[in-house]
């Protein structure tokens, strides 16, 4: 069982930066593929940028040259850089941890960070 703790969101003006954290415990973040998704009201959970258990990145055109995915493997915590922030950057941020095993598909959200970007 893994839980994830995400942090950082807040209240930013539009060209602004914020850090999101997701602290995970139970079990070691590098095993996972984790993932950082967003969910703006009336609108579906979007994914933003994830990070593979070998560190390979991937990003959504939204996100790209803008936002930076990273883990800290001693602080067992995954983070999203978040620059050049917009009114729709606006949305509450999860963290995903997923992986399969032989036991089958583990799947972990966090409670979400709200995120709003407005002047």
């Known amino acids: 069982q893994v839980q994830l703790v995400e942090s950082g969101g807040g209240l930013v003006q539009p060209g602004g930066s914020l850090r999101l954290s997701c602290a995970a415990s139970?079990?070691?973040?590098?095993?996972?593929?984790v993932g950082w998704y967003r969910q703006a009201p009336g609108k579906q959970r979007e994914v933003v940028a994830d990070?593979?258990?070998?560190?390979?990145?991937n990003y959504a055109d939204s996100a790209k040259g803008r936002f930076t995915i990273s883990r800290d493997n001693a602080k067992n915590t995954v983070y999203l850089q978040m620059n050049s922030l917009k009114p729709e950057d606006t949305a509450v941020y999860y963290c995903?941890?997923?992986?399969?095993?032989?036991?089958?598909?583990?799947?972990?959200w966090g409670q979400g960070t709200q995120v709003t970007v407005s002047s």
């Open positions: 139970g079990s070691i973040i590098s095993f996972y593929a």
């Open positions: 995903n941890a997923k992986r399969v095993t032989w036991r089958g598909a583990q799947d972990y």
């Open positions: 990070i593979a258990g070998d560190g390979s990145t």
